[in-house]
């Protein structure tokens, strides 16, 4: 069988893209024929196996408009599954499935719309595709249970089956962090959907009551904004890393893992924080904080956009060790969840049963 994974840039260091190269590895070692499609870039951020071939649309371009360029990206998509033979297409975001749906008709393949974000983020030409897919689709697989609710609620007709699959933690067997290190980390792209401007404001709070340190690790185009609002706040304990190839040193020497995200789907770095012991602090938003944390035992969710509150819970960590070191334990307990095994398990039936 012929899986092919259709996704905007292979080449951004974000968290679909490392899940998309986890999730290609795994059933290329079980026996599955699979490539990506991407409209964008060059080579994989991520270790991808060297047997996957990848096809760039916009070759050495890394920020196609997908609106402007629609039908020349369906005209190199449509070439590219005729010559390849596709019998599944597995659309990575919802606004692919636009293009993946005309080809799916024309070619008589199949495709699986692989929802990131979740039903209520607006996005681009996620909110037309989300309804396309429910009718043409052959099955949409959201991050959670909870993203499932959404698209129920918020359409009359669905005509496709509709499943969810947790992405899996890239790091299934890992030394914990020994949470001595004074350090708070976050891992994501520096965007608004990121919150970090509200990360700062928190920040803010707790620089007047520790020396702790704050450690942001990830590039984006908020990046120059957010040191920008760094200085105006006077803060001093804290440092931009940019991307990292060894994010896993930096798991291994921070103590507490904080989001600030306005919205999400499944966040891939809170699965990697929880591999290695973090307890997270995290906004209570839309959707997977919820289904990873466990408020009060493996850490804290907080009402979204309440910064106070935020530094109050994360204060309430940096001066309780035992506290910390409990919530550690149950962060690691939680991360079996993720194991790869089960959830590739899950794309397998997924795949063989469309």
Not at 69 to 80: D, E, H, Q, T, W
Not at 296 to 315: C, M, P, Q, R, T
């Amino acid at each position: 069988m012929r899986i092919c994974f259709f996704i905007y840039n292979i080449s951004n260091p974000g968290g679909s893209e490392r899940v998309t190269t986890i999730i290609a590895n795994e059933l290329k070692a079980r026996g599955y024929d699979i490539s990506i499609l991407s409209i964008c870039g060059k080579d994989s951020f991520y270790d991808l196996n060297k047997d996957i071939p990848i096809e760039i649309i916009y070759k050495n371009k890394y920020d196609i408009n997908s609106k402007t360029k629609f039908f020349s990206i369906l005209k190199g998509a449509y070439k590219y599954h005729k010559g390849n033979k596709t019998d599944v297409i597995i659309d990575v975001f919802a606004s692919r499935s636009l293009i993946s749906i005309p080809i799916k008709v024309l070619l008589n393949i199949k495709n699986i719309s692989w929802e990131h974000f979740n039903y209520s983020v607006k996005e681009g030409l996620n909110p037309i595709a989300r309804k396309v897919a429910c009718l043409f689709s052959n099955k949409i697989i959201t991050l959670t249970n909870e993203d499932i609710q959404l698209y129920k609620n918020n359409n009359k007709a669905i005509r496709c089956e509709m499943d969810y699959i947790y992405n899996p933690s890239p790091f299934p067997s890992v030394e914990v962090s020994k949470l001595e290190e004074k350090n708070i980390v976050t891992v994501g792209r520096l965007t608004y959907q990121k919150g970090y401007d509200m990360l700062l404001d928190s920040w803010k709070i707790i620089e007047e009551s520790t020396d702790w340190k704050l450690t942001l690790v990830g590039d984006g185009e908020e990046k120059e904004n957010l040191i920008e609002k760094a200085k105006r706040l006077n803060l001093k304990n804290i440092k931009f890393l940019g991307v990292k190839d060894d994010v896993a040193e930096v798991y291994k020497n921070s103590s507490i893992f904080v989001s600030t995200s306005r919205f999400e789907g499944l966040p891939m770095c809170m699965i990697e924080a929880q591999s290695f012991g973090l307890p997270i602090v995290s906004f209570n938003c839309l959707t997977g904080p919820s289904e990873i944390i466990e408020n009060n035992i493996s850490g804290y969710l907080v009402k979204s956009g309440d910064y106070h509150k935020l530094a109050e819970k994360l204060l309430d960590l940096i001066n309780n060790k035992e506290k910390l070191i409990r919530f550690g334990k149950n962060a690691k307990a939680d991360s079996k969840r993720f194991m790869i095994k089960s959830i590739i398990d899950k794309w397998e039936m997924t795949i063989n049963n469309l």
